[in-house]
Each structure stands twice: as structure tokens, then as C-alpha cells.
């Protein structure tokens, strides 16, 4: 699917924020670069080793450790059915138990060298994975924002794209990180000029629906939905700490 728009309904950013929202990490988590959450449980994954993290909902200290492997380039998680699918920068999933055993891998076609890829979730209706292009190696590609998608079914890449929105003004520094789907709303996270947009299936209606303010979360990596909350991290950096912040929508 493919679709254009000619104007965004941006929300207002706030300039100031409040410290106590947003909760440090541990130092563990420096690199995080993934959320996900499953049965009442919040879980993030960290971009250099083989470890998935359930963290507390409430302060985020880390409650637990399942380890799955060593080390590698890590930049999605979620989970389906009580097992976590872990996405590569390079677009490979590795299916991994509760208890971290690696139960499959599925390696990315040839056809998609050169995508670089950071973000997945589960869409139900369709039984398929959902995978967030960072980065086209066609550079006039990356005026789109393109997902694919992985057929739980067939266990199977797709050729085409799941949908691609074309960038219009407001979003042309728009740098997908992270994404989440609820009924039939989209949800993705830009990195860069920090922000949420939703799309609806529905209406074909996109929103930014939140901005972010950059000095408390630099590099937005992870984003989740548990209980009606959203929950977004970010790397450390020099001046800030790994670092969660989760929000209602009024």
C-alpha cells in the first residue's frame, strides 16, 4: 500500500519538561534500542549483547535476564504468544524462547541488501511481523517511510511493502526508530526532530500526535503500548543517561 499526504496535524511541543517523568536507566541498558511488552510485562533489549531485560513499570530497574546469545547488532523485540522475536539492523529475526533458547533464525533475502532496519511488532489481523526501514539503499526511497512485513504463516519475508507513506514537509527529517500497533492504528517513532505519528488503516487519517523534547530524550530507539501507556526510551548520550518516559494520550 502506498500513500501520500500533503499536510500533518502537529501537536504543540512543550519547551520545558519535567525531570522526575523521565527515569534513568541502568547503565546496563546504555544502549537500549528496543521495547516490547506481553502479559502485564514490560521488556527491552539492548543494541550490542544478547540479552532481553524485564524491567519494573514503575521505576524500570531491570527484574530479570533471559540471555540468548552473545553479541550482535539488536534493534527490535516483541513478542507473539509468549516467544520474543528479536530483530537485526540487517532485517535477520531470531525466534526466541521464555527461556533463550534460539528456536529459529530466519535469515533476510539477498533482495534486500543494503536495508537497514530498526523497529518491529506484531500485526494480529494478518499474522505477520511488521519491519521498520531505517535506511533504503535507494536514497530517493528514504523520502518514504516503509515498512515490510514477515508472514508468520508461510515464515517468510514478503517481497513488497506492508504500506509506505511518503514524507511531506512536516516530516522530512523524520528518522523511524520504533513502532507499535494497536487495532488498526500504526503508531511510528522518529529519532530525529523527535515525535509519534499515528496512522489509521481506516481513515488513512496521519497524525503527529506527540513531540518530544530532545534534550531529555535524544536518541529515541524503543517504543511499546502496555495497559493504554506508551512507553519510549532513549540511548545515553554525552550529556544524558539511557532513559524511559512513558505518557497517555488525552
Do not use: W
Not at 46 to 71: A, H, M, P, S, T
Not at 229 to 240: G, H, L, R, T
Amino acid at each position: 500500500m502506498f500513500f501520500a499526504f500533503t499536510f500533518v496535524f502537529s501537536c504543540d511541543i512543550n519547551s520545558k519538561y519535567d525531570e522526575t517523568i523521565y527515569r534513568s536507566l541502568d547503565k546496563e541498558l546504555d544502549e537500549i534500542s528496543g521495547l516490547t511488552s506481553d502479559a502485564n510485562k514490560l521488556f527491552a533489549i539492548n543494541d550490542e549483547k544478547g540479552i532481553i531485560y524485564e524491567l519494573d513499570q514503575e521505576n524500570f530497574n531491570i527484574k530479570g535476564k533471559i540471555k540468548f546469545k552473545k553479541k550482535g547488532d539488536y534493534e527490535g523485540i516483541t513478542v507473539v504468544s509468549g516467544v520474543f522475536y528479536v530483530l537485526k539492523s540487517n532485517g535477520d529475526i531470531l525466534h526466541v524462547s521464555k527461556n533463550g533458547e534460539i528456536i529459529k533464525k530466519y535469515k533476510i533475502p539477498k533482495r534486500f541488501d543494503g536495508f537497514e532496519f530498526e523497529g518491529i511488532c506484531y500485526e494480529k489481523s494478518s499474522n505477520q511481523l511488521l519491519l521498520l526501514c531505517k535506511k533504503h539503499p535507494k536514497k530517493k526511497r528514504n523520502k518514504f517511510i516503509s515498512i515490510y512485513s514477515f508472514s508468520l504463516h508461510d515464515l517468510d519475508y514478503k517481497e513488497n511493502e506492508f504500506i509506505t507513506i511518503q514524507k511531506n514537509e512536516t516530516l522530512k527529517h523524520f528518522a523511524p526508530t520504533g513502532l507499535e500497533i494497536k487495532n488498526d492504528v500504526l503508531f511510528i517513532l522518529s529519532s530525529k526532530a523527535p515525535k509519534l505519528i499515528s496512522f489509521n488503516f481506516n481513515t488513512y487519517k496521519l497524525e503527529v500526535i506527540k513531540s518530544f523534547n530532545s534534550l531529555a530524550l535524544p536518541q529515541l530507539e524503543g517504543l511499546t503500548l502496555l495497559n493504554n501507556k506508551f512507553y519510549v526510551a532513549s540511548e545515553k548520550n554525552k550529556k544524558k543517561n539511557a532513559t524511559i518516559y512513558s505518557f497517555t494520550l488525552e
